[in-house]
């Protein structure tokens, strides 16, 4: 990412997100990241690690900076019906954005907006056991998507 993009993530950030919520890391080496506060309607607050390295141009990976767990304590692995790609060394890496969708134009701040509605749907899917996949789904039937 060049300079003039990241000024402009910042001021969305600094425009959309109080300043203590998040942090660029290791900007300039092949480890850049935004780390960033998350907390769900239930109060819950993960921190999420989206890493920087071919941002825009590629979606950004991101993951959760500790394990999440399936709904027998585990883990979670690989799933399509929960849009993650596993746990490994200590951090889930959840499915957010389809490559097919992504765009160069997308920015940090809408990443995020997906990943605190991964969130949400992760905690639902912890207390009903409906698939993230399903409740995304139905998500954008409702929003016209």
């Not at 590629?58 to 394990?67: A, E, R």
């Not at 809408?110 to 912890?126: P, T």
Request: aromatic residues 8%; hydrophobic residues 30%.
């Amino acid at each position: 990412m060049d300079n003039s993009r990241l000024n402009l993530e910042k001021q969305v950030l600094a425009r959309k997100l109080p300043s203590n919520m998040y942090l660029f890391r290791e900007m300039g080496t092949d480890n850049a990241h935004l780390l960033i506060g998350a907390r769900t309607n239930s109060r819950n607050v993960y921190t999420l690690k989206i890493m920087l390295r071919n941002f825009p141009n590629s979606v950004p990976d991101v993951f959760t900076t500790k394990p999440l767990k399936d709904r027998q304590g585990k883990n979670l692995e690989v799933s399509h019906e929960l849009h993650n790609y596993g746990t490994t060394n200590g951090e889930t890496k959840i499915c957010h954005y389809p490559n097919n969708c992504w765009r160069p134009n997308v920015s940090l701040y809408k990443v995020y907006i997906k990943c605190r509605l991964w969130l949400e749907c992760y905690e639902i899917y912890l207390i009903t056991g409906q698939s993230i996949d399903s409740l995304i789904n139905e998500i954008n039937r409702q929003s016209g998507n």
